[in-house]
């Protein structure tokens, strides 16, 4: 296989049939050329999905509350619905072995200050199991613990852009910092995942902000992740519970649909699921697709190629050529053509990909790119299929007689 005859004379072939040589590396660049820039698209696609759930737990349930639109049990519409400590303690003791973390939430606008810096940023009150329902990431320090709720400690933990506009030339940490005239301790700096809007957010204990902003135990909204061992009828099944509870302790129609309001994250992630799902298929069938004409159009290009050679081959076997050396030649001009025309494919895909990437944004396509392994596979199936496509005709016209081939028109 090292022969370094064979190799010259395999590279004077293909340089003395230029035309034959691009016509079958263009049906495999071609083909490879498309694979890579279909799958390329559709892991952009899958990226985006992935980057709306990437700020929150997949398996997070959201409890608002507003106000009812019908009149229920002699009470009348337009009636506000008001959580309060009651209510997250009922849910996280009515459906422990259901709940995985839970944490209520209170929102707040905060004009925060440190030395001459000032900025304004969104302020959340919040029970310790907040950190992973929000997927929040500590870079220094800590996040708020239950000591903080029992003691209503003034502490925050802020986000690592806060943390870049008001403290420029030293760290936050142990610094305290001022929001609407109050001071508050500096516990710790988180990054997330979400972007710049989640990393300008300061966080605080939510005992904290009822007794300093109100004097009171109402909360806005009530957060849970559910046992992830559920699956997703069982975590549908749980919502609907939920809602239906949350609905009769408030004396609330159950038709109302504003008035208690529960958003499972499980709906949107099996629609993801499903979506992307189904968009692998068609991209798999349209890949193969692609594939398998490639295959085709470089076996069609081979048993021509073949043929064109009968008097060649005829010439070689008359001058003591064995067909073992006839069919590897042939096969290995057909592997090379083949291995460097899908580099090619893939190099030129790749290069696709990475010029409109910045355009494909305004599409919903983030990071579109493809792996190296599923290209190379999908070179390696065309360089097998060339080899198979050249051998059977190869090796039929090697058992032709000399005499024979030199007739062959």
Do not use: C
């Amino acid at each position: 296989m090292f022969d370094l005859d064979l190799w010259r004379e395999i590279f004077q072939s293909i340089n003395k049939n230029r035309t034959r040589s691009l016509l079958s590396g263009f049906t495999v660049a071609f083909a490879i050329l498309l694979f890579t820039i279909l799958f390329g698209i559709a892991n952009g696609l899958k990226n985006t999905f992935a980057e709306a759930f990437v700020d929150d737990a997949n398996n997070s349930i959201f409890i608002r509350s507003g106000r009812t639109t019908k009149a229920h049990k002699g009470l009348q519409a337009g009636r506000r619905i008001q959580f309060k400590n009651e209510d997250f303690n009922y849910v996280k003791d009515e459906f422990g072995n259901k709940v995985e973390f839970i944490t209520a939430r209170i929102y707040r606008n905060a004009q925060a200050s440190f030395r001459n810096q000032q900025n304004s940023y969104n302020l959340r009150a919040v029970h310790p199991d907040h950190q992973f329902l929000e997927k929040t990431k500590i870079k220094e320090g800590r996040y708020i613990n239950q000591n903080d709720l029992q003691n209503r400690t003034k502490v925050v933990v802020i986000g690592r852009l806060v943390e870049e506009d008001l403290f420029l030339k030293t760290t936050a940490i142990g610094k305290y910092i001022n929001l609407n005239g109050i001071q508050y301790k500096v516990v710790g700096v988180f990054t997330d995942d979400g972007g710049d809007n989640e990393e300008r957010i300061i966080y605080m204990p939510v005992t904290t902000a009822q007794h300093l902003y109100g004097n009171n135990d109402y909360i806005d909204q009530i957060n849970l992740t559910y046992n992830p061992e559920m699956d997703y009828n069982q975590a549908l099944a749980f919502s609907t519970l939920l809602t239906r509870k949350l609905k009769d302790r408030f004396s609330v129609a159950r038709s109302d649909q504003r008035a208690v309001r529960v958003r499972n994250m499980a709906e949107g992630t099996k629609q993801v699921d499903a979506m992307t799902g189904g968009l692998t298929v068609i991209i798999l069938v349209i890949g193969f697709g692609t594939l398998i004409a490639g295959i085709v159009g470089i076996s069609n290009i081979m048993i021509f190629i073949v043929k064109e050679r009968t008097k060649e081959i005829g010439i070689r076997k008359a001058l003591g050529a064995s067909p073992r050396s006839i069919v590897s030649i042939i096969l290995l001009e057909s592997i090379l053509i083949t291995a460097i025309a899908g580099y090619v494919g893939l190099v030129i895909g790749v290069g696709v990909l990475e010029l409109v990437k910045p355009y494909l944004v305004d599409y919903f396509i983030k990071d579109p790119g493809v792996s190296n392994s599923l290209v190379i596979g999908a070179t390696i199936t065309l360089i097998v299929a060339g080899a198979i496509a050249g051998y059977l005709p190869a090796k039929k016209a090697s058992k032709i007689k000399p005499i024979v081939a030199l007739r062959n028109d």
